[in-house]
């Protein structure tokens, strides 16, 4: 089992900066990969970016290309996600995934454990 802890979230006007947090423990591995995803009332759990096992290519959503960055620390068995130039449509609860393969995917059911979530509120 893996679990994975969020933090990080919060309330923020349109054009700043919030960076997340996702804590793993339990039977951590470096070949997991790691993908943010995001759901606003109303609307499907998104992919918004995710880093692969190994070697760490990275993918994101169009719509956060430019603005958010993925990052991951090996060490602390934390990945990080940068965003910023905020906007009220990144309004969601944010999602850490995990998944035991090192390809990473954007649909919500290929990732094996999720953590609890933290909601981002961007205020215009």
């Known amino acids: 089992q893996v679990q994975l802890v969020e933090s990080g979230g919060g309330l923020v006007q349109a054009g700043g900066s919030l960076r997340l947090s996702c804590a793993a423990s339990?039977?951590?591995?470096?070949?997991?990969?790691m993908g943010w995803f995001r759901q606003a009332p109303g609307k499907d759990r998104e992919f918004v970016a995710g880093?692969?096992?190994?070697?760490?290519?990275?993918y994101y959503a169009d719509s956060v290309k430019g603005r958010f960055t993925i990052s991951k620390d090996t060490a602390k068995n934390t990945v990080y996600l940068q965003m910023n130039s905020l906007k009220p449509e990144d309004t969601a609860v944010y999602y850490c995934?995990?998944?035991?393969?090192?390809?990473?995917?954007?649909?919500?059911?290929?990732?094996?454990?999720w953590g609890q979530g933290t909601q981002v509120t961007v205020s215009s």
């Open positions: 880093i692969s096992g190994g070697v760490g290519n990275i």
């Open positions: 995934a995990a998944r035991t393969t090192l390809l990473v995917v954007t649909t919500a059911p290929g990732y094996d454990y």
């Open positions: 339990g039977r951590t591995n470096s070949r997991y990969t």
